[in-house]
């Protein structure tokens, strides 16, 4: 049976390039989105767009509202989000929103009895969150060890982070090879119904300069 793996997939750039990279190491990948109360659902739609695109044995989306939960800019709109570069971690961090959506697809993993977990974090270009860094990677691999029948079995989870310490310009060459086309991913924080993004946010900033630094044409829509 060919090897599974369930892949966070939120309809941004990294999270395209990374079932990309699943896909090219022959796992059977099964696409995991989440809705959790973000700003927009353009995302949401951009990772049908990549799922057709890439292929993928299953895709599914999740629910959960953290915007109930409040403390970020990305799920309270009422908080407004940077539009210049910040000191310290930036209001658009979502408290455990890694945790909780590495969680969600180790359930997942573990049903259908796969052992690998995919994610696009980044800890070089990357807006300072701490679940984005190598320590919680490792800390959430040991978790699933000892949270899980398959882990106390004998059956041990992989948390693979491809992008980990990868420079933007990097992720996307990797992706161009890869055949990722980028023009079907939404990024932006704040991005209109369209997907059409406001070039002026964080994540709009690192996406420019990054297509920019690999010197290739930036195909996003800005509004």
Known sequence: MKKRAVVLLSGGLDSATVLAIAREQGYESYALSVSYGQRHVAELRAAERVVKALGAAGHQTLHVNLDAVGGSSLTDTSMAVPETPTTGIPSTYVPARNTLFLSMALGW??????????????????????????????????????????????????????????????????????????????????????GRACGRCDSCRLRREGFAAAGVPDPTPYR
């Open 109 to 194: 993993a573990e049903v259908l009895e796969a052992q690998d977990l995919f994610i696009g974090v980044n800890a070089v270009d990357y807006s300072g969150y701490p679940d984005c860094r190598p320590a919680f990677i490792e800390a959430f691999e040991k978790l699933a060890g000892v949270a899980t029948k398959a882990g106390v079995e004998g059956r041990p989870f992989r948390v693979h982070a491809p992008l980990l310490t990868l420079s933007k310009a990097d992720i996307i060459r990797e992706g161009l090879r890869l055949g990722v086309d980028y023009g079907l991913t939404v990024s932006c924080y704040q991005a209109d119904e369209a």
